[in-house]
């Protein structure tokens, strides 16, 4: 499996949260998902976006706007309506019990005139995904009538358009996957067209001789990995392959290899009741004393302490 597909796999992309939005001028919405990327799918109409100190961005039909970050940002009808009218919480409505599916959060009147959405937050777990999250821009945005635009943009929005005109069973099933994949083909594609020299450790995924490394150790991390042998799996010297790695990822290849295990666990002591054992051998670590020690320097408390801390704060 290519490396962009583990990295993904490790983050547990399940889906998205959304709503379908039908506005009538004037609106304005709010919504901030720190740590979770939202996004934004104009299917009629146009809006603004604003976003701190930002200018507005004007957002039109069969646009896409990912914030991977999950900032607070605001989306209006017009720059009057920023000022104006009173925000709708976004985050309120998608975190409600009716959730998904394509429940409408505004009625209207006048359907035609109307601005129409489909907007909320992608499911994933925020600590596994936050290495790759935070090697992307603050906003990813794709215009419909961009002479550049990629074909998989077209043909997701005739899917979603289609997909949301009629009430059919396993419709939050299929949407969500159409999120999944709206997602996937933003990261390929943003990857793809990484310029060399730009320092974002994203380029490893383009480099084969770590892309190779970076697979091998997402793949088996539970493995007894050695840099001699990520290195001839890069197919480079020892030497070599250890610069090329700190140079492009900011740090050695152990290093990486140990935070990735960790976050592995982390996942693991918040969602299973495996014993702690159990999940110190998935991540390649014999002796629950090393993993122990391991595991208090990057989160700096016990692996025990950090499963009844996240319980009670569940």
Known sequence: MDTLSLLLNDIRLSGARFKRAELQPPWKMHLHTPGVASFHVVTQGQCILVRGQEAPLEVHTGDVVILPRGPAHDLADSAGSLQAASAIDLKQHLDSEQSGGVQTLYNISHPQSADHMVSGYFEFDSDLARPLFSALPDLIHYRAMDSETPDWLHFGMMFLNTEIAAQRSAQQA????????????CLRDYVDNLPEGSGNWLLALKDPA?????????????????????ADIACLSRS????????????????????????????????????????????????DAAFSQAFRRIHDCSPSRYREHSRLTS
């Open 174 to 185: 299929i949407i969500n996957r159409i999120a999944d994949i709206l997602l996937i083909e």
């Open 210 to 230: 770590l892309s190779a490394a970076l697979s091998a150790m997402h793949s088996q991390p539970d493995k007894q990995w050695s840099v001699p042998q990520l």
């Open 240 to 287: 070599s392959f250890a610069n090329r790695f700190g140079k492009v990822l900011g740090e050695p290849p152990l290093s990486y290899l140990t935070a990735h295990r960790m976050r592995l666990a982390a996942w693991q002591l918040r969602n299973s009741n495996q014993p702690i054992c159990h999940i110190a051998e998935q991540v390649g670590y014999q002796s």
